[in-house]
Structure formats: structure tokens, C-alpha cells
């Protein structure tokens, strides 16, 4: 079955720097979540989109946007890294008929130089 | 959201059952028992989740007991790929859009050979 897709993997960016990860749900899911998870931490909610309008908003920083296209895919735009930015990122997807799960892809892995 | 609190920690056997306690005695009426687990540099997977009856599926099973106010997750023979730190999460009635996940320290399972 067909998975959430995350890209890039790795990610290696200098401090100041930009960074664009981004997401493709599972197909016909149309709810996608972001989490960041710093190195021996949980998973921290950040941001969430259904149907391409933000639906709840966690502990993303300001620096930090995010949005989710007319195909559902999702992106999360980083801007003025910082160390403290250094993570792994992992979206997750719901959607109708198991709205109450949801499914994780592999992550996106960001160093901070 | 409702707390709840699991043992930082828990050790097995290999091919031996495993019952993972989950305390959530602020639950509310319609709460629902997650439960996924996250594999060292991977996505959280879902597990299991139930509301009230006890739960079977291939991974594993969910007692929840009569009061709701705790349950436990139950892998019947673990194996090594078991090893994983196991969530118990609170999440309201399915059907509600973007509701994020709040991941909390969760039981790190070690497996023994």
C-alpha cells in the first residue's frame, strides 16, 4: 500500500540559511500534519492542514510556514535557521474512513550547521 | 487534553508476552485509546486504538479496562523488531479534521534475545 512520501531525507543547511521540506499523502487522504522531533524528544505537533486550510496550529515558530496545495501535497518552509532547528521532521496523513489514525512518513532528518 | 502516564521503560524476552499499562484516569467519554510506537529513526506506526471493548488485530491486542481509566497494550510474542518506544495517546471522537497527536514520553521496550 502506498505510503506517506517525504523529501528530502537529509537535509544539511548553515545556520541563516532556508530549508523546504515536503510532503505527499497518502492517496486520498486530504489532512496533513507536521511534527518535529528533536534529538531524545517526542514528537512535537507543529502545524495541520485539511482540504488546503489550516486546521490547528502547535508549537511552530514564527520563522516557520506551511501549506498544503490543491494535490494535497504539503510543504514546511524554514527560514533563518537556527541550531536548535536541527531535527527530524515527519508529516503525517488522515483521511476519510480512518480519520482517527494517522500515517507517518519516514521523516525528513535537518542539520543546522 | 486528557494526561496520560506509562513507565518510562520496560524490558522482555524475546518470543515472550509483553503488557505495556497505560494510566489515563482523566479520560473523557469520547476518547479514544491509541496507541503507536516509533522504531529508532523512523515514523511513529500506528498500533492499535479502541474506545471501549478490548481490541485484537495482527500487531497486538488492547485491554481497556471497565473504568476507562487505563488500558494496556498487549504483544502476545515479542520479537527483536518489537524494540520500539510505544505511545499511549488520548484522541477525541473520529471526524473532527486536523486534530494533532500529543506524543508523551511514552514506554521505551527493550527485547531481550
Known amino acids: 500500500a502506498a505510503g506517506v512520501i517525504q523529501s528530502p531525507r537529509h537535509l544539511i543547511k548553515e545556520k541563516r540559511e532556508t530549508a523546504t521540506l515536503k510532503c505527499y499523502p497518502i492517496p486520498r487522504h486530504d489532512t496533513v500534519y507536521w511534527y518535529q522531533q528533536g534529538p531524545g524528544q517526542d514528537p512535537q505537533f507543529l502545524i495541520s492542514?485539511?482540504?488546503?486550510?489550516?486546521?490547528d496550529k502547535g508549537s511552530i515558530p514564527d520563522r516557520f510556514s506551511a501549506q498544503q496545495f490543491s494535490d494535497y501535497h504539503s510543504e514546511l518552509n524554514m527560514s533563518s535557521l537556527e541550531l536548535g532547528d536541527s531535527a527530524l521532521y515527519f508529516c503525517?496523513?488522515?483521511?476519510?474512513?480512518?480519520?482517527?489514525?494517522?500515517?507517518f512518513g519516514p521523516g525528513t532528518r535537518l542539520t543546522v550547521l | 487534553d486528557a494526561k496520560t502516564t506509562q513507565p518510562n521503560s520496560m524490558e522482555s524476552n524475546e518470543e515472550e508476552p509483553v503488557h505495556l499499562p497505560c494510566n489515563h484516569s482523566?479520560?473523557?467519554?469520547?476518547?479514544?485509546i491509541h496507541w503507536y510506537r516509533q522504531l529508532p529513526s523512523q515514523g511513529p506506526e500506528y498500533v492499535i486504538h479502541g474506545l471501549t471493548s478490548n481490541v485484537n488485530n495482527r500487531m497486538a491486542s488492547l485491554a481497556i479496562a471497565e473504568d476507562r481509566k487505563s488500558s494496556t497494550l498487549i504483544l502476545h510474542r515479542a520479537t527483536l523488531r518489537d524494540a520500539a518506544v510505544y505511545y499511549c495517546i488520548l484522541r477525541d471522537v473520529p471526524g473532527l479534521r486536523g486534530q494533532n497527536f500529543v506524543f508523551g514520553p511514552g514506554t521505551r521496550l527493550s527485547v531481550l534475545p
Open positions: 482523566t479520560i473523557s467519554g469520547t476518547d479514544y
Open positions: 503525517a496523513s488522515s483521511g476519510t474512513g480512518s480519520r482517527a489514525l494517522q500515517f
Open positions: 492542514f485539511y482540504e488546503k486550510m489550516q486546521s
